[in-house]
Protein backbone atom coordinates (compact mmCIF):
# COMPACT_ATOMS: atom_id res chain seq x y z
CA UNK A 1 0.00 0.00 0.00
CA UNK A 2 1.43 3.26 -1.14
CA UNK A 3 0.82 6.12 1.06
CA UNK A 4 -0.69 9.42 0.11
CA UNK A 5 1.66 12.04 -1.35
CA UNK A 6 1.94 14.92 1.18
CA UNK A 7 0.53 18.18 0.50
CA UNK A 8 4.02 20.15 0.53
CA UNK A 9 4.87 23.56 -1.30
CA UNK A 10 5.90 21.26 -4.34
CA UNK A 11 6.26 23.42 -6.72
CA UNK A 12 8.26 26.13 -5.14
CA UNK A 13 11.14 26.91 -7.03
CA UNK A 14 14.33 25.57 -5.22
CA UNK A 15 17.86 28.01 -5.29
CA UNK A 16 20.50 27.28 -7.72
CA UNK A 17 23.94 27.71 -6.22
CA UNK A 18 26.06 28.44 -9.28
CA UNK A 19 28.83 25.97 -10.44
CA UNK A 20 32.71 27.19 -9.70
CA UNK A 21 34.71 23.72 -10.82
CA UNK A 22 37.89 23.00 -8.54
CA UNK A 23 39.83 20.67 -9.44
CA UNK A 24 41.64 18.66 -7.25
CA UNK A 25 43.80 15.19 -8.14
CA UNK A 26 44.94 12.76 -5.44
CA UNK A 27 46.41 9.10 -5.88
CA UNK A 28 45.48 10.32 -10.29
CA UNK A 29 42.24 10.24 -9.28
CA UNK A 30 40.75 13.94 -10.72
CA UNK A 31 37.83 15.09 -8.84
CA UNK A 32 35.72 18.37 -9.65
CA UNK A 33 34.32 20.09 -6.74
CA UNK A 34 31.86 22.80 -7.96
CA UNK A 35 30.98 24.08 -4.88
CA UNK A 36 33.97 24.27 -3.25
CA UNK A 37 33.29 28.03 -3.07
CA UNK A 38 30.30 27.95 -0.22
CA UNK A 39 33.24 27.10 2.63
CA UNK A 40 33.77 30.79 2.37
CA UNK A 41 31.99 31.58 5.63
CA UNK A 42 32.02 35.86 5.33
CA UNK A 43 31.26 35.76 1.27
CA UNK A 44 27.65 37.77 1.40
CA UNK A 45 27.04 35.42 -1.65
CA UNK A 46 27.21 32.17 0.51
CA UNK A 47 25.41 33.64 3.36
CA UNK A 48 22.38 34.16 0.37
CA UNK A 49 22.63 31.25 -0.40
CA UNK A 50 22.02 29.70 2.70
CA UNK A 51 19.13 31.94 3.88
CA UNK A 52 17.39 31.40 0.25
CA UNK A 53 17.78 27.70 1.32
CA UNK A 54 16.05 28.29 4.60
CA UNK A 55 12.78 30.26 2.14
CA UNK A 56 12.80 27.73 0.18
CA UNK A 57 12.15 25.16 3.14
CA UNK A 58 9.98 27.07 4.62
CA UNK A 59 7.79 27.79 1.41
CA UNK A 60 8.14 24.08 1.04
CA UNK A 61 6.76 22.72 4.19
CA UNK A 62 4.19 25.92 4.46
CA UNK A 63 1.08 23.34 3.78
CA UNK A 64 2.39 21.38 6.91
CA UNK A 65 2.79 24.76 9.31
CA UNK A 66 -0.56 23.87 11.01
CA UNK A 67 0.64 20.50 11.48
CA UNK A 68 3.82 21.33 12.78
CA UNK A 69 2.12 23.72 15.30
CA UNK A 70 -0.12 21.22 16.53
CA UNK A 71 2.58 18.88 17.10
CA UNK A 72 4.69 21.38 18.83
CA UNK A 73 1.77 22.11 21.37
CA UNK A 74 1.28 18.01 21.55
CA UNK A 75 5.05 17.48 22.59
CA UNK A 76 4.87 20.71 25.07
CA UNK A 77 1.87 19.55 26.99
CA UNK A 78 3.95 16.55 27.76
CA UNK A 79 6.88 18.19 29.41
CA UNK A 80 6.54 19.92 33.14
CA UNK A 81 8.12 22.62 32.60
CA UNK A 82 8.70 23.65 36.26
CA UNK A 83 11.13 21.01 37.68
CA UNK A 84 13.91 20.26 39.50
CA UNK A 85 16.56 17.49 38.94
CA UNK A 86 17.51 15.05 42.22
CA UNK A 87 20.63 17.00 43.78
CA UNK A 88 24.13 15.53 44.39
CA UNK A 89 26.13 15.76 47.39
CA UNK A 90 29.12 17.39 47.21
CA UNK A 91 31.28 18.35 49.99
CA UNK A 92 28.94 19.99 52.51
CA UNK A 93 26.11 21.48 50.13
CA UNK A 94 23.32 19.29 47.55
CA UNK A 95 23.35 20.81 43.75
CA UNK A 96 20.50 20.56 41.96
CA UNK A 97 19.22 22.51 38.67
CA UNK A 98 15.69 23.67 38.33
CA UNK A 99 13.85 25.02 35.10
CA UNK A 100 10.80 27.31 34.93
CA UNK A 101 7.91 27.05 32.82
CA UNK A 102 8.55 30.09 30.10
CA UNK A 103 11.99 29.78 30.55
CA UNK A 104 14.49 28.76 28.27
CA UNK A 105 17.56 27.66 30.32
CA UNK A 106 17.91 26.25 33.79
CA UNK A 107 18.79 27.52 36.92
CA UNK A 108 21.55 25.91 38.91
CA UNK A 109 21.46 26.17 42.59
CA UNK A 110 22.30 24.22 45.99
CA UNK A 111 21.62 24.05 49.37
CA UNK A 112 23.48 23.32 52.47
CA UNK A 113 22.98 20.28 53.26
CA UNK A 114 19.29 18.86 53.03
CA UNK A 115 17.09 21.41 54.25
CA UNK A 116 19.34 23.94 54.03
CA UNK A 117 17.88 27.25 51.80
CA UNK A 118 17.95 27.53 47.90
CA UNK A 119 21.48 29.54 46.86
CA UNK A 120 21.13 30.00 43.01
CA UNK A 121 24.77 29.56 41.77
CA UNK A 122 23.91 30.34 37.66
CA UNK A 123 20.62 31.68 36.36
CA UNK A 124 21.63 30.83 32.51
CA UNK A 125 18.52 32.71 31.29
CA UNK A 126 20.06 35.92 32.53
CA UNK A 127 23.30 34.96 31.25
CA UNK A 128 21.73 34.65 27.96
CA UNK A 129 20.05 37.78 27.47
CA UNK A 130 21.48 39.59 24.40
CA UNK A 131 22.87 36.45 23.19
CA UNK A 132 21.42 34.49 20.21
CA UNK A 133 22.86 30.96 21.76
CA UNK A 134 24.21 29.78 25.37
CA UNK A 135 26.05 26.82 25.98
CA UNK A 136 27.23 26.03 29.44
CA UNK A 137 30.52 23.84 29.45
CA UNK A 138 32.49 23.47 32.84
CA UNK A 139 30.87 24.02 35.89
CA UNK A 140 33.13 23.33 38.92
CA UNK A 141 33.27 24.02 42.65
CA UNK A 142 36.46 24.50 45.04
CA UNK A 143 37.33 22.36 48.14
CA UNK A 144 35.47 25.36 50.38
CA UNK A 145 32.68 25.58 48.37
CA UNK A 146 33.47 29.51 47.91
CA UNK A 147 34.59 29.88 44.65
CA UNK A 148 32.60 28.52 41.35
CA UNK A 149 34.44 28.03 37.49
CA UNK A 150 32.24 27.54 34.83
CA UNK A 151 32.22 28.31 31.11
CA UNK A 152 29.96 29.30 28.47
CA UNK A 153 29.75 29.35 24.72
CA UNK A 154 27.71 32.15 23.16
CA UNK A 155 28.22 31.36 19.62
CA UNK A 156 27.46 27.80 18.74
CA UNK A 157 30.84 27.23 17.95
CA UNK A 158 32.06 25.64 21.22
CA UNK A 159 33.98 28.57 22.01
CA UNK A 160 33.79 28.06 25.46
CA UNK A 161 34.82 31.12 27.80
CA UNK A 162 36.17 30.19 31.47
CA UNK A 163 34.47 32.72 34.88
CA UNK A 164 34.97 32.53 38.25
CA UNK A 165 32.41 33.63 40.25
CA UNK A 166 33.34 34.30 44.19
CA UNK A 167 29.77 32.70 45.61
CA UNK A 168 30.30 34.35 48.77
CA UNK A 169 30.53 37.83 47.69
CA UNK A 170 28.27 37.29 44.84
CA UNK A 171 30.91 38.97 41.99
CA UNK A 172 33.24 37.74 39.09
CA UNK A 173 36.97 37.53 39.59
CA UNK A 174 39.01 39.23 37.15
CA UNK A 175 40.68 35.93 36.49
CA UNK A 176 39.21 34.07 33.01
CA UNK A 177 40.70 32.22 30.00
CA UNK A 178 39.24 32.18 26.28
CA UNK A 179 38.43 29.16 24.70
CA UNK A 180 38.78 26.62 27.43
CA UNK A 181 38.15 22.50 28.00
CA UNK A 182 37.98 20.72 31.28
CA UNK A 183 39.00 22.66 34.31
CA UNK A 184 39.40 21.12 38.05
CA UNK A 185 40.88 22.66 41.35
CA UNK A 186 43.23 21.80 44.01
CA UNK A 187 42.96 21.23 47.43
CA UNK A 188 44.37 25.16 47.60
CA UNK A 189 42.24 27.28 45.14
CA UNK A 190 44.81 26.45 42.57
CA UNK A 191 42.50 25.92 39.21
CA UNK A 192 43.92 24.04 36.60
CA UNK A 193 42.20 24.15 32.70
CA UNK A 194 42.64 23.08 29.78
CA UNK A 195 42.86 25.18 25.93
CA UNK A 196 42.32 24.37 22.71
CA UNK A 197 44.10 25.29 19.30
CA UNK A 198 42.69 26.80 15.68
CA UNK A 199 41.24 23.05 15.51
CA UNK A 200 39.55 23.16 18.44
CA UNK A 201 41.74 20.62 19.77
CA UNK A 202 42.38 20.95 23.77
CA UNK A 203 46.17 21.12 23.50
CA UNK A 204 47.77 22.93 26.63
CA UNK A 205 47.55 22.59 30.52
CA UNK A 206 47.34 25.86 32.50
CA UNK A 207 47.89 26.10 36.25
CA UNK A 208 46.68 29.82 37.66
CA UNK A 209 46.86 30.83 41.25
CA UNK A 210 44.06 33.52 41.87
CA UNK A 211 45.44 36.94 42.24
CA UNK A 212 48.27 35.76 40.14
CA UNK A 213 49.54 38.10 36.68
CA UNK A 214 48.83 35.37 34.63
CA UNK A 215 48.33 31.61 34.31
CA UNK A 216 51.66 29.28 34.05
CA UNK A 217 51.46 26.75 31.12
CA UNK A 218 52.46 23.39 32.48
CA UNK A 219 52.14 20.77 28.91
CA UNK A 220 51.41 20.84 25.60
CA UNK A 221 50.90 18.64 23.37
CA UNK A 222 52.62 19.04 20.25
CA UNK A 223 51.04 15.44 18.63
CA UNK A 224 47.94 16.97 16.80
CA UNK A 225 46.23 13.24 17.10
CA UNK A 226 46.24 13.62 21.07
CA UNK A 227 44.15 15.91 23.11
CA UNK A 228 44.12 16.41 26.74
CA UNK A 229 42.21 16.95 29.60
CA UNK A 230 42.41 17.15 33.18
CA UNK A 231 40.14 16.04 36.31
CA UNK A 232 40.22 15.24 39.92
CA UNK A 233 39.72 11.73 41.22
CA UNK A 234 36.50 11.56 43.46
CA UNK A 235 38.51 10.48 46.38
CA UNK A 236 39.89 14.22 45.95
CA UNK A 237 43.80 13.30 46.69
CA UNK A 238 44.74 13.57 42.79
CA UNK A 239 44.46 15.26 39.62
CA UNK A 240 44.75 13.54 36.83
CA UNK A 241 46.21 14.64 33.36
CA UNK A 242 45.25 12.88 30.39
CA UNK A 243 46.84 13.15 26.97
CA UNK A 244 44.63 10.85 24.60
CA UNK A 245 44.27 9.51 20.77
CA UNK A 246 41.57 7.40 19.44
CA UNK A 247 43.51 4.18 20.02
CA UNK A 248 45.86 5.71 22.67
CA UNK A 249 46.71 7.16 26.16
CA UNK A 250 48.47 8.31 28.33
CA UNK A 251 47.79 10.00 32.02
CA UNK A 252 49.51 11.80 34.36
CA UNK A 253 49.01 12.08 38.46
CA UNK A 254 49.57 14.34 41.04
CA UNK A 255 48.79 15.11 43.96
CA UNK A 256 45.91 17.86 45.07
CA UNK A 257 46.92 18.64 48.28
CA UNK A 258 50.81 19.78 46.69
CA UNK A 259 49.82 20.94 43.34
CA UNK A 260 53.05 22.26 43.08
CA UNK A 261 54.89 18.72 42.72
CA UNK A 262 55.89 17.24 39.24
CA UNK A 263 53.19 15.35 37.35
CA UNK A 264 54.35 11.90 37.58
CA UNK A 265 53.55 9.33 33.97
CA UNK A 266 51.36 6.42 34.92
CA UNK A 267 52.43 4.34 31.70
CA UNK A 268 54.16 6.35 28.75
CA UNK A 269 51.70 6.10 25.64
CA UNK A 270 52.59 2.92 24.04
CA UNK A 271 50.42 2.78 19.92
CA UNK A 272 47.18 1.43 20.57
CA UNK A 273 47.57 1.06 24.48
CA UNK A 274 44.26 2.87 25.88
CA UNK A 275 44.08 3.20 29.74
CA UNK A 276 42.08 5.00 32.41
CA UNK A 277 43.22 5.54 35.71
CA UNK A 278 40.83 6.06 39.24
CA UNK A 279 42.00 6.45 43.09
CA UNK A 280 41.16 4.12 46.04
CA UNK A 281 42.82 3.67 49.04
CA UNK A 282 46.69 3.10 48.57
CA UNK A 283 46.54 2.18 44.81
CA UNK A 284 45.46 3.17 41.50
CA UNK A 285 42.79 1.30 39.43
CA UNK A 286 43.43 1.58 36.14
CA UNK A 287 41.11 0.08 32.85
CA UNK A 288 43.40 -1.06 30.57
CA UNK A 289 43.30 -3.09 26.95
CA UNK A 290 46.72 -4.45 27.32
CA UNK A 291 46.06 -7.95 26.77
CA UNK A 292 42.59 -7.89 25.25
CA UNK A 293 40.65 -4.97 23.07
CA UNK A 294 37.31 -5.35 25.72
CA UNK A 295 39.63 -4.33 28.65
CA UNK A 296 40.57 -5.32 31.63
CA UNK A 297 40.97 -4.33 35.17
CA UNK A 298 44.37 -3.48 37.03
CA UNK A 299 45.62 -1.69 40.33
CA UNK A 300 49.12 -0.61 41.26
CA UNK A 301 50.61 0.79 43.83
CA UNK A 302 50.04 4.94 44.48
CA UNK A 303 54.03 4.59 45.40
CA UNK A 304 54.68 2.92 42.51
CA UNK A 305 52.70 2.57 39.33
CA UNK A 306 55.02 1.48 36.72
CA UNK A 307 53.67 -1.63 34.54
CA UNK A 308 55.52 -4.10 36.08
CA UNK A 309 53.87 -3.56 39.16
CA UNK A 310 50.02 -3.97 37.49
CA UNK A 311 48.06 -6.82 39.43
CA UNK A 312 44.76 -7.79 37.53
CA UNK A 313 41.27 -7.51 39.16
CA UNK A 314 38.97 -8.33 36.52
CA UNK A 315 40.66 -10.41 33.50
CA UNK A 316 39.87 -10.04 29.61
CA UNK A 317 36.72 -11.28 28.55
CA UNK A 318 36.04 -11.70 24.75
CA UNK A 319 31.95 -11.23 25.05
CA UNK A 320 31.96 -8.73 28.03
CA UNK A 321 33.41 -4.97 27.42
CA UNK A 322 34.09 -3.30 30.23
CA UNK A 323 33.01 0.43 29.68
CA UNK A 324 34.51 2.09 32.52
CA UNK A 325 35.27 1.63 36.47
CA UNK A 326 34.27 4.05 39.32
CA UNK A 327 35.91 3.85 42.67
CA UNK A 328 34.19 4.30 45.80
CA UNK A 329 36.04 4.41 49.56
CA UNK A 330 34.80 0.34 49.54
CA UNK A 331 33.30 -0.38 46.64
CA UNK A 332 34.28 -0.73 42.68
CA UNK A 333 31.35 -0.49 40.24
CA UNK A 334 32.00 -1.82 36.97
CA UNK A 335 30.25 -0.41 33.74
CA UNK A 336 29.83 -3.29 31.53
CA UNK A 337 28.15 -4.16 28.07
CA UNK A 338 27.30 -7.95 27.10
CA UNK A 339 25.38 -8.36 24.71
CA UNK A 340 24.55 -5.10 23.85
CA UNK A 341 23.28 -4.20 27.19
CA UNK A 342 24.80 -2.18 30.15
CA UNK A 343 25.56 -4.23 33.54
CA UNK A 344 26.11 -2.36 36.80
CA UNK A 345 28.56 -4.78 38.83
CA UNK A 346 29.64 -4.48 42.08
CA UNK A 347 33.11 -5.57 43.54
CA UNK A 348 33.38 -5.01 47.83
CA UNK A 349 36.97 -5.28 48.18
CA UNK A 350 39.03 -7.05 45.62
CA UNK A 351 36.28 -9.66 45.21
CA UNK A 352 33.62 -10.28 42.23
CA UNK A 353 29.91 -9.71 44.09
CA UNK A 354 27.01 -8.82 41.92
CA UNK A 355 25.62 -7.12 39.38
CA UNK A 356 22.52 -5.03 39.42
CA UNK A 357 19.01 -5.78 38.19
CA UNK A 358 17.22 -4.53 35.47
CA UNK A 359 13.53 -5.06 34.65
CA UNK A 360 13.05 -4.90 31.17
CA UNK A 361 15.19 -6.51 28.02
CA UNK A 362 15.83 -3.79 26.22
CA UNK A 363 16.66 -0.16 27.95
CA UNK A 364 19.61 2.03 28.69
CA UNK A 365 21.29 2.50 32.03
CA UNK A 366 24.22 5.20 33.10
CA UNK A 367 26.32 6.13 35.66
CA UNK A 368 25.04 9.66 37.22
CA UNK A 369 26.54 11.95 38.95
CA UNK A 370 28.63 10.38 41.79
CA UNK A 371 30.66 12.97 43.91
CA UNK A 372 30.38 11.44 47.51
CA UNK A 373 33.63 9.15 47.79
CA UNK A 374 32.59 7.26 51.05
CA UNK A 375 29.06 7.21 49.81
CA UNK A 376 27.02 3.30 50.93
CA UNK A 377 25.36 3.92 47.48
CA UNK A 378 25.96 5.17 43.79
CA UNK A 379 23.30 6.57 41.60
CA UNK A 380 22.42 5.89 38.21
CA UNK A 381 19.67 6.69 35.17
CA UNK A 382 17.69 4.44 34.11
CA UNK A 383 15.18 4.43 30.96
CA UNK A 384 13.88 1.86 28.01
CA UNK A 385 11.76 2.70 25.22
CA UNK A 386 8.90 2.55 27.62
CA UNK A 387 9.92 3.35 30.73
CA UNK A 388 10.79 7.66 31.41
CA UNK A 389 14.08 9.09 32.61
CA UNK A 390 14.40 7.74 36.35
CA UNK A 391 17.31 8.11 38.56
CA UNK A 392 17.91 5.54 41.11
CA UNK A 393 20.39 4.95 44.50
CA UNK A 394 21.70 1.85 44.38
CA UNK A 395 22.78 0.60 48.13
CA UNK A 396 25.61 -1.41 47.61
CA UNK A 397 25.71 -3.37 51.04
CA UNK A 398 21.82 -3.87 50.78
CA UNK A 399 21.92 -4.46 47.19
CA UNK A 400 18.24 -2.59 46.42
CA UNK A 401 17.45 0.07 43.93
CA UNK A 402 15.21 3.15 45.15
CA UNK A 403 13.49 5.41 42.88
CA UNK A 404 14.54 9.23 43.44
CA UNK A 405 12.56 10.34 40.14
CA UNK A 406 10.62 9.49 37.28
CA UNK A 407 10.52 12.16 34.83
CA UNK A 408 6.42 12.56 34.65
CA UNK A 409 4.84 12.42 31.18
CA UNK A 410 1.86 14.58 31.62
CA UNK A 411 -1.26 14.21 29.67
CA UNK A 412 -3.00 9.88 28.90
CA UNK A 413 0.68 8.57 28.89
CA UNK A 414 0.42 4.32 29.52
CA UNK A 415 3.45 2.50 28.87
CA UNK A 416 1.22 -0.29 28.01
CA UNK A 417 0.22 1.23 24.93
CA UNK A 418 3.48 0.15 23.35
CA UNK A 419 5.78 -3.07 22.90
CA UNK A 420 9.48 -3.12 22.52
CA UNK A 421 11.30 -6.19 20.78
CA UNK A 422 14.53 -7.43 20.57
CA UNK A 423 15.74 -8.35 16.77
CA UNK A 424 18.49 -9.45 14.30
CA UNK A 425 19.42 -9.04 10.91
CA UNK A 426 22.09 -10.65 8.67
CA UNK A 427 24.09 -8.85 6.74
CA UNK A 428 26.01 -9.60 3.71
CA UNK A 429 28.94 -11.55 5.58
CA UNK A 430 26.64 -13.48 7.91
CA UNK A 431 26.90 -10.81 10.75
CA UNK A 432 24.20 -10.73 13.24
CA UNK A 433 23.31 -6.87 13.70
CA UNK A 434 20.89 -6.40 16.43
CA UNK A 435 17.53 -3.99 16.16
CA UNK A 436 16.14 -2.56 18.85
CA UNK A 437 12.53 -1.73 18.08
CA UNK A 438 9.29 -0.03 19.70
CA UNK A 439 6.13 -0.04 18.51
CA UNK A 440 2.29 0.70 19.40
CA UNK A 441 0.57 -2.55 20.66
CA UNK A 442 -2.58 -2.11 18.80
CA UNK A 443 -1.94 -1.63 14.60
CA UNK A 444 -4.52 -0.27 12.03
CA UNK A 445 -5.18 -1.76 8.62
CA UNK A 446 -3.83 -4.70 7.32
CA UNK A 447 -0.42 -3.53 6.00
CA UNK A 448 3.09 -3.05 7.00
CA UNK A 449 3.18 0.22 9.44
CA UNK A 450 5.19 3.49 8.75
CA UNK A 451 8.68 3.24 10.78
CA UNK A 452 11.40 5.72 11.34
CA UNK A 453 15.13 3.84 11.57
CA UNK A 454 17.73 5.15 13.10
CA UNK A 455 21.59 4.33 12.82
CA UNK A 456 24.81 5.95 14.13
CA UNK A 457 27.69 3.58 13.99
CA UNK A 458 31.40 5.10 14.49
CA UNK A 459 33.49 5.77 17.46
CA UNK A 460 32.57 2.16 19.26
CA UNK A 461 29.67 4.22 20.55
CA UNK A 462 26.51 2.53 21.61
CA UNK A 463 23.37 2.87 20.89
CA UNK A 464 20.55 2.07 23.67
CA UNK A 465 16.91 2.12 23.64
CA UNK A 466 16.15 5.73 25.16
CA UNK A 467 12.69 7.26 26.02
CA UNK A 468 11.73 10.37 24.23
CA UNK A 469 8.29 11.76 25.15
CA UNK A 470 8.31 13.40 21.63
CA UNK A 471 8.27 9.88 20.20
CA UNK A 472 5.09 8.98 21.51
CA UNK A 473 3.56 11.23 18.76
CA UNK A 474 5.22 8.89 16.54
CA UNK A 475 3.54 6.33 18.04
CA UNK A 476 0.17 7.06 18.71
CA UNK A 477 0.03 7.97 15.19
CA UNK A 478 0.95 3.87 14.08
CA UNK A 479 5.14 4.57 13.31
CA UNK A 480 7.23 2.38 14.74
CA UNK A 481 10.75 3.26 15.74
CA UNK A 482 14.26 1.09 15.33
CA UNK A 483 17.56 1.64 16.13
CA UNK A 484 19.80 -0.41 13.98
CA UNK A 485 23.08 -0.85 15.83
CA UNK A 486 25.86 -1.19 13.19
CA UNK A 487 29.18 -2.12 13.00
CA UNK A 488 31.06 0.61 13.93
CA UNK A 489 29.16 1.85 17.35
CA UNK A 490 30.05 -0.22 20.48
CA UNK A 491 27.43 -2.17 21.74
CA UNK A 492 28.96 -5.63 21.00
CA UNK A 493 32.21 -4.32 22.35
CA UNK A 494 35.56 -3.31 20.55
CA UNK A 495 35.53 -5.88 17.98
CA UNK A 496 32.07 -4.72 16.68
CA UNK A 497 33.82 -1.01 16.51
CA UNK A 498 36.58 -2.37 14.80
CA UNK A 499 34.52 -4.28 11.95
CA UNK A 500 32.97 -0.79 11.45
CA UNK A 501 36.20 1.59 11.46
CA UNK A 502 39.19 1.84 9.06
CA UNK A 503 39.58 -0.14 6.05
CA UNK A 504 36.12 -2.45 7.44
CA UNK A 505 34.12 0.78 7.41
CA UNK A 506 31.66 -0.41 4.11
CA UNK A 507 30.21 -2.87 6.97
CA UNK A 508 28.28 0.02 8.78
CA UNK A 509 26.53 0.84 5.42
CA UNK A 510 25.67 -2.97 4.67
CA UNK A 511 24.65 -3.75 7.91
CA UNK A 512 22.09 -0.84 7.84
CA UNK A 513 21.04 -2.23 4.41
CA UNK A 514 20.61 -5.42 5.79
CA UNK A 515 18.28 -4.09 9.10
CA UNK A 516 15.92 -2.30 6.33
CA UNK A 517 15.78 -5.26 4.29
CA UNK A 518 14.88 -7.24 7.56
CA UNK A 519 12.58 -5.26 8.38
CA UNK A 520 10.44 -5.14 5.00
CA UNK A 521 10.94 -8.75 4.86
CA UNK A 522 9.31 -9.66 7.89
CA UNK A 523 6.28 -6.86 7.28
CA UNK A 524 7.62 -4.58 10.22
CA UNK A 525 6.94 -2.08 7.22
CA UNK A 526 7.39 -1.30 3.66
CA UNK A 527 10.17 0.50 1.60
CA UNK A 528 7.71 2.83 0.93
CA UNK A 529 6.45 3.75 4.39
CA UNK A 530 10.50 3.19 5.63
CA UNK A 531 12.17 6.93 6.22
CA UNK A 532 15.75 6.70 7.88
CA UNK A 533 17.78 9.37 10.23
CA UNK A 534 21.03 9.69 11.10
CA UNK A 535 23.28 12.97 12.76
CA UNK A 536 26.88 13.85 12.16
CA UNK A 537 28.62 10.47 11.37
CA UNK A 538 25.26 8.96 11.23
CA UNK A 539 24.50 11.29 8.42
CA UNK A 540 27.30 10.08 6.60
CA UNK A 541 25.63 6.72 7.17
CA UNK A 542 22.06 7.67 6.08
CA UNK A 543 24.10 9.91 2.83
CA UNK A 544 25.95 6.31 1.78
CA UNK A 545 23.24 4.27 1.89
CA UNK A 546 21.26 6.32 -0.02
CA UNK A 547 23.84 6.14 -2.83
CA UNK A 548 23.71 2.58 -2.53
CA UNK A 549 20.14 1.84 -2.15
CA UNK A 550 17.69 4.70 -2.72
CA UNK A 551 14.89 2.29 -3.29
CA UNK A 552 14.40 0.92 0.19
CA UNK A 553 13.74 4.51 1.50
CA UNK A 554 10.70 6.59 1.46
CA UNK A 555 11.98 9.64 3.15
CA UNK A 556 15.57 10.82 5.02
CA UNK A 557 16.42 12.82 7.68
CA UNK A 558 20.50 13.61 7.96
CA UNK A 559 20.97 16.56 10.41
CA UNK A 560 24.29 17.85 10.27
CA UNK A 561 25.85 14.96 8.23
CA UNK A 562 29.44 14.21 7.96
CA UNK A 563 28.81 13.91 3.88
CA UNK A 564 32.08 15.58 2.25
CA UNK A 565 34.23 12.71 3.76
CA UNK A 566 36.72 12.66 1.40
CA UNK A 567 37.17 16.95 1.42
CA UNK A 568 37.42 16.74 5.09
CA UNK A 569 39.77 14.15 5.87
CA UNK A 570 42.10 15.80 3.53
CA UNK A 571 41.86 19.14 5.20
CA UNK A 572 44.26 18.26 8.41
CA UNK A 573 43.35 22.27 9.11
CA UNK A 574 39.85 21.25 10.37
CA UNK A 575 39.10 20.37 13.57
CA UNK A 576 39.06 16.73 13.86
CA UNK A 577 40.69 15.67 10.54
CA UNK A 578 44.00 14.79 12.01
CA UNK A 579 42.64 13.04 15.07
CA UNK A 580 39.94 10.94 12.95
CA UNK A 581 42.79 9.72 10.91
CA UNK A 582 42.31 6.71 13.43
CA UNK A 583 38.50 6.59 13.13
CA UNK A 584 38.33 6.65 9.18
CA UNK A 585 42.10 6.26 8.14
CA UNK A 586 44.48 8.78 6.51
CA UNK A 587 43.25 9.47 2.98
CA UNK A 588 46.73 10.63 1.90
CA UNK A 589 47.31 7.15 2.09
CA UNK A 590 46.11 5.23 -1.16
CA UNK A 591 44.06 2.49 0.52
CA UNK A 592 42.02 4.65 2.76
CA UNK A 593 42.08 7.09 -0.24
CA UNK A 594 40.17 4.35 -2.35
CA UNK A 595 38.14 3.51 0.56
CA UNK A 596 36.58 6.69 1.51
CA UNK A 597 36.18 7.59 -2.52
CA UNK A 598 33.75 4.30 -2.68
CA UNK A 599 31.80 5.61 -0.10
CA UNK A 600 32.01 9.30 0.30
CA UNK A 601 28.05 10.80 0.00
CA UNK A 602 29.18 13.58 -1.46
CA UNK A 603 31.42 12.00 -4.26
CA UNK A 604 29.31 9.71 -4.88
CA UNK A 605 26.07 11.38 -5.73
CA UNK A 606 24.66 10.32 -9.20
CA UNK A 607 21.92 10.78 -11.75
CA UNK A 608 19.01 8.12 -10.34
CA UNK A 609 16.21 8.80 -8.17
CA UNK A 610 15.88 9.49 -4.23
CA UNK A 611 13.70 9.60 -1.54
CA UNK A 612 12.62 13.14 -0.35
CA UNK A 613 15.39 14.31 1.62
CA UNK A 614 15.51 16.96 4.63
CA UNK A 615 18.86 18.26 5.35
CA UNK A 616 19.46 20.17 8.28
CA UNK A 617 22.86 22.13 9.08
CA UNK A 618 24.35 24.61 11.35
CA UNK A 619 26.44 27.56 10.30
CA UNK A 620 28.69 27.58 13.59
CA UNK A 621 28.67 23.84 14.00
CA UNK A 622 32.27 22.88 14.93
CA UNK A 623 32.52 19.21 14.35
CA UNK A 624 30.46 19.17 10.87
CA UNK A 625 31.15 22.37 8.85
CA UNK A 626 27.95 23.87 7.54
CA UNK A 627 29.10 23.57 4.02
CA UNK A 628 29.13 19.98 4.00
CA UNK A 629 25.20 19.43 4.09
CA UNK A 630 24.83 22.88 1.61
CA UNK A 631 27.41 21.37 -0.73
CA UNK A 632 25.70 18.21 -0.95
CA UNK A 633 21.99 19.58 -1.52
CA UNK A 634 23.03 21.85 -3.97
CA UNK A 635 24.86 18.70 -6.09
CA UNK A 636 22.57 16.43 -5.14
CA UNK A 637 19.63 18.94 -6.76
CA UNK A 638 21.66 18.84 -9.96
CA UNK A 639 21.42 15.35 -10.25
CA UNK A 640 18.12 13.98 -8.71
CA UNK A 641 16.22 12.49 -11.39
CA UNK A 642 13.16 12.07 -9.72
CA UNK A 643 11.16 15.28 -7.81
CA UNK A 644 13.60 18.27 -7.74
Avoid at 12 to 30: I, S, T
Avoid at 209 to 219: D, F, K, S, V, W
Avoid at 227 to 248: I, N, Q
Avoid at 305 to 317: F, K, Y
Wanted: charged fraction near 25%; aromatic fraction near 10%.
Amino acid sequence: MTPPPLATGAAVRAPVARRDPKVQVVHGDRRVDDYAWLRAKDDPEVIAYLEAENAHADAWTEPLRDLEEGLYREMLARIRQTDLTVPYQEGGYHYFSRTVEGMAYPIHCRRRGEAGPEEILLDLNDLARGHPFLGLGAFSVSDDGRLLAYSLDTSGFRVYDLVIRDLGAGSLLAEGASDVGTVAWAADRTLFYTTKDAAKRPFRLFQHRLGAARAELLYEEEDERFSVSVRRTRSRAFLLLSSDSLTTSEVRVRSADHPGEPWRVIAPREADHEYEVDHQGERFVIRTNSGGRNFRLVAAPVSNSGRERWAEIVPHRADVMLEGAECFERHLVLIEREDGLTQFRVLDGRTADHRVAFPEPVYTALFDTNRWFDAPFFRYAYQSFVTPPSIFDYDMEQRVSTLRKRTEVLGDFDPERYESLRLHATAADGARVPISMVRPRARAGDGPPPLLLYGYGAYGIPLSAAFSSNRLSLLDRGVSYAIAHVRGGGELGKAWHDQGRMASKPNTFGDLIAAAEHLIAERYTASERLAIQGGSAGGLLVGAVLNMRPELFRVALLQVPFVDVLNTMLDPSLPLTVGEFEEWGNPLLPEFYRIMRGYCPYTNLAARGYPSILVRASLNDSQVMYWEPAKYVARLRTLKTDEP
